[in-house]
């Protein structure tokens, strides 16, 4: 009862924490500024009992380009409260296993560019998962091994057979998912992974998702139309992203089909054993 009184206190108070920063904005740049004024000059009705923007998590792509947009402006004169703010909306997903990640990767590359933007998400993936990972190991344990008792007990077994390569086998669960990312971070301390294996995979082994992800972003905050995204610039563009991304994968897979126990077919979401100890 003390674990779950105690997760529900920190879901509240980050809750609360991420509600505040959204809710006061500060002034807006200048930009948007000129933008009414110009509107006003040109004669175009400007409703003067226009709320200000709401900030929220994106649910498809028109919203993506919408708060992308918005954040770009703000980003002119805020630097470092859309850092912060991208940061702990980031962060608060990664920690409570929420799913969209996707969206904010690419929201990554749309604001902060295709470099600087993948880093972010990087550091902000491996962070937000290694909070995960703590919240499950002082509040979760017992819960998920009550909710997932078969996953949780294959997931052990194929730690143990391969303790001597264990960072190769997490990587390889990384590029090759068998099993959900949330799961695989909230069972990470169950099945005793250490936390210093499992801060090196999930930032190495999720750099090509998110390499994905954030190149798609800051193309698509520079295309306007259909005919910009299949150009032949950006078709060389996605043929080369989609290289880099799998060369890893490939030779994580050639080195596991001479050292990682992965026998068995995929059941379940996980690597299925006919029988489980």
Not at 116 to 133: D, I, K, P, Q, R
Not at 141 to 168: A, G, H, T, W
Not at 212 to 225: D, F, N, R, Y
């Amino acid at each position: 009862m003390r674990s779950v009184v105690g997760l529900i206190v920190v879901v509240v108070a980050a809750t609360v924490y991420l509600y505040l920063l959204s809710s006061y904005l500060p002034a807006g740049p200048r930009h948007l500024k000129t933008k009414a004024a110009e509107r006003t000059d040109s004669d175009q009705p400007v409703d003067s009992h226009e709320e200000p923007s709401r900030l929220k998590f994106p649910s498809d792509l028109e919203e993506l380009r919408e708060l992308a947009e918005l954040l770009q402006f703000y980003k002119t004169e805020h630097t470092g409260y859309v850092l912060l703010l991208f940061s702990s909306a980031y962060l608060y997903k990664q920690s409570f296993a929420i799913p969209g990640s996707s969206l904010l990767n690419i929201l990554a590359g749309a604001i902060f560019g295709p470099y600087e933007g993948l880093l972010l998400a990087c550091v902000l993936t491996t962070v937000g998962s290694t909070m995960c990972y703590l919240l499950s190991q002082a509040f979760g344990k017992r819960y998920i091994v009550n909710l997932f008792p078969d996953k949780v007990s294959m997931l052990q077994r194929k730690v143990e057979e391969n303790q001597d390569c264990l960072l190769f086998f997490l990587l390889f669960l990384r590029f090759f998912p068998m099993t959900p990312n949330w799961f695989l971070n909230m069972s990470a301390p169950i099945v005793n992974i250490p936390i210093t294996f499992f801060f090196c995979s999930v930032f190495i082994g999720l750099l090509p998702y998110n390499f994905i992800c954030v190149q798609t972003g800051a193309m698509l905050s520079e295309v306007s139309s259909l005919d910009d995204l299949f150009s032949w610039e950006r078709l060389l563009q996605l043929l080369a992203i989609a290289c880099v991304a799998l060369l890893p994968g490939a030779l994580i897979r050639r080195y596991s089909q001479n050292r990682l126990k992965l026998d068995g077919p995929q059941q379940n979401g996980l690597i299925s054993d006919k029988k489980i100890r």
